[in-house]
């Protein structure tokens, strides 16, 4: 007999009411058999509950040891407790409809989903995802024919909602520096790699947000609408609040506890929000003394009709596992709940000697677990033609210094109109960078190395703008050439540039989907800087989002701000824990996993990882830029229509030493060439 369709499950809906000592009633409210009633007593013998609890945190903290015994003592009494806590709940009358409901599922090639509603918070707080029936042998939650979801009362219904595709995930990874460390960098990996053909198909756009303080956050969901929410990193439990938390980060860097109510009234305003996924510890853990206490139950509270959640501590190896099968098997077209369950059997079977399978709660409030009714997207418009109206307010004023004088430019050109990005096509992390006077150039009596072409250091007065706090990804990009057929310079050449290992040299069929030639591919680097993406391909890209490149003074101010330091975050050299640089025969690192980098307005990766193309034009000669110092944006070097001249780099790449990945270094590039090192970033003027 085939398998049945994980789409479709008959439910058996199950509650459990408040009782008077180690009574409690039990309901079943629905099921294929009918409704039923018996009476639960729990704890089921003279056991401690807090024995069980602790047995199962010891469980949980052994996982993934090697081990010759098939159970370890632990894992045993987890295995015991299960079976405890199935034979109380399933008495009676509702063990005969259970029975008799599974059989009728089975008969109909169906699955049986049970949908707990546990009003007791005592009894809420105890992990029932461990139910094992012993005459299977099994725990229910392990297979997806039995997933197991918590089905909180609440007065509000949530119908499916329709969306055009594609589906549109927000990303958040908080990796404060002063808690232990997470495999951030692994997880998104695995989730890109699950993704990756729903992203190439325009099923699914993943998006990861650099940042992870409360204002970026704020701003990213501002940028919606966002259909599921995914948050990587560290969570807890606030006893003296009786409250879940997760926690993002400072804009030092530090830990920031996000309470459960702060994190609800974040997400409450996103109505296409239909899943949230928290991946770090402890999401699910509630109080005894308040059904509505943790993280996942506060959201559910709050309209968000499906969470998944942790209720305990969970290995990363663990986490990892379960978010790579979860999000294939939503890939592969499996509902949420089936596919809870096949991230569980996925921990059972690759970590081993572990009982972590079952930390994750799914809470759910879709009645029969459909989140989205997905219709397909309409067929995309032309692209726009290419070409920007380039302009911008300065004011150009010398810095006193032994450098020479320049002149004095006080008179102001009009700012051009301002750009809003087009709705929903793209998502960028936006930073505002403040209307006023910062230090471009550099001064040899500060920096030895300045070339040049850096001097003289002067004073440049910008209005507000906003630029993206990390360059394009190869996810952004593709999504423009999923949008539009567009075809790269790279690709119409037939090459790109390509370090060789003592050269650069002209790598045949090289482009932005192969970087280093035949071979060679992106699925695992969705959350990378595109590369091998000429200047004519940034400003298609540019025309197509609805955004601008950078000036190379709009650059140079969100790189270093208005001090006029030598590197993004001061004077001091670069090491690896500030940005990708100086790795001959290295590669591109994914965006936004060098916060220690941050220029003072908390850009990221304006030094190393990838040079970035601005606007500003260089010149026609190589040797030097026929747009010289001071900088003024009204002498031609920001007209965008002429495809003649070399255009201005910045910020340097993996392949480069400590020098070249100084904030005021200028490089240049032929507008058609592209490389394996060369990326760019963009801007929206005003603020």
């Known amino acids: 007999m085939p398998s049945h369709d994980p789409s479709t499950y008959l439910d058996f809906d199950l509650e459990i009411g408040p009782g008077a000592g180690l009574a409690y009633p039990v309901t079943v409210l629905y099921s294929p058999a009918g409704e039923a009633r018996s009476t639960m007593q729990f704890p089921p013998d003279e056991r401690s509950l807090a024995s069980f609890l602790t047995n199962l945190h010891t469980a949980l903290l052994d996982s993934g040891s090697p081990r010759r015994a098939a159970l370890s003592p632990s894992q045993r009494a987890v295995q015991e407790f299960g079976q405890l806590l199935f034979d109380a709940l399933f008495t009676g009358e509702v063990r005969s409809r259970y029975d008799v409901s599974q059989m009728q599922a089975v008969n109909a090639d169906l699955g049986l989903r049970l949908r707990l509603r546990i009003r007791p918070p005592e009894l809420a707080v105890i992990p029932w995802e461990y139910l094992f029936d012993a005459r299977a042998g099994e725990y229910l939650c392990l297979s997806r024919n039995t997933p197991i979801i918590r089905y909180p009362e609440l007065p509000q219904a949530i119908q499916p909602l329709r969306v055009v595709k594609p589906l549109r995930i927000l990303g958040v990874v908080a990796a404060p520096r002063d808690l232990a460390p997470l495999d951030v960098r692994e997880e998104q990996a695995r989730i890109e790699r699950a993704l990756a053909p729903l992203q190439a198909s325009g099923q699914l756009e993943l998006n990861w947000l650099s940042a992870s303080t409360v204002r970026a956050v704020q701003r990213a969901l501002r940028t919606g609408p966002w259909h599921i929410f995914h948050f990587v990193g560290h969570g807890g439990y606030d006893e003296q609040s009786d409250e879940g938390l997760v926690v993002l980060t400072d804009d030092a860097g530090q830990s920031q506890p996000l309470f459960a109510t702060q994190l609800a009234r974040l997400l409450a305003d ?21 059904v ?70 799914l809470t759910m409030r879709a009645p029969d677990g459909t989140l989205f ?251 030097a830029p026929d747009f010289a110092y001071p900088y003024e944006p009204r002498d031609g070097r920001e007209d965008a229509s002429r495809t003649d001249l070399r255009r201005a780099l910045r910020g340097g790449s993996w392949h480069n030493g400590a020098h070249h990945v100084r904030s005021a270094l200028r490089y240049r590039g032929s507008p058609d060439n592209q490389s394996g090192d060369v990326g760019f970033r963009v801007i929206l003027p005003g603020l």
């Open 373 to 623: 009714d997905v219709t397909p997207a309409p067929s995309p418009a032309p692209p726009p033609a290419v070409g920007l109206k380039q302009a911008a307010a300065v004011e150009v004023t010398p810095t006193p210094s032994a450098a020479p004088t320049p002149v004095v430019r006080s008179d102001k050109v009009e700012p051009g109109p301002k750009i809003d990005a087009a709705p929903h096509r793209v998502a960028f992390d936006w930073v505002e960078i403040p209307a006023g006077p910062f230090l471009m150039g550099s001064d040899r009596q500060i920096d030895p190395h300045a070339r040049d072409n850096e001097l003289p250091q002067h004073t440049v007065i910008l209005p507000a703008y906003r630029i993206s706090r990390v360059p394009v990804t190869v996810a952004q990009f593709a999504a423009f050439v999923q949008a539009t057929g567009y075809v790269t310079s790279g690709e119409k050449a037939g090459w790109s540039f390509v370090w060789g290992g003592a050269q650069w040299e002209r790598r045949q069929h090289a482009s932005w989907r192969t970087p280093y030639g035949p071979g060679s591919d992106v699925n695992q680097k969705g959350q990378h800087p595109v590369t091998c993406v000429s200047w004519m391909d940034a400003l298609a890209f540019c025309a197509w989002a609805g955004v601008q490149l950078p000036s190379e003074a709009e650059w140079e101010k969100a790189a270093r701000g208005a001090d006029g330091r030598i590197y993004p975050w001061g004077n001091e050299a670069p090491d690896r824990t500030r940005c990708n640089y100086d790795a001959d025969g290295g590669d591109t690192t994914a965006q936004g996993i060098f916060p220690l980098g941050a220029s003072p307005y908390g850009v990221l990766d304006m030094a190393g990882n990838v040079w970035e193309w601005t606007r500003s034009a260089w010149g026609q000669r190589w040797e």
């Open 270 to 290: 996103q109505r296409a929000l239909r899943l949230v996924v928290l991946n770090a510890c402890e999401g699910a853990r509630g109080s005894q003394r308040d």
């Open 292 to 361: 509505f206490a943790s993280v996942a139950t506060i959201l559910a509270r709050r309209g968000v009709p499906a969470v998944l959640a942790m209720q305990d501590v969970i290995t990363d190896r663990a986490a990892l596992e379960f978010a790579r099968a979860f999000y294939e098997a939503v890939a592969d077209g499996l509902p949420v709940d089936a596919a809870v369950s096949e991230g569980r059997k996925t921990v059972s079977l690759v970590v081993g000697n572990t009982v972590e399978w079952g930390t994750p709660v």
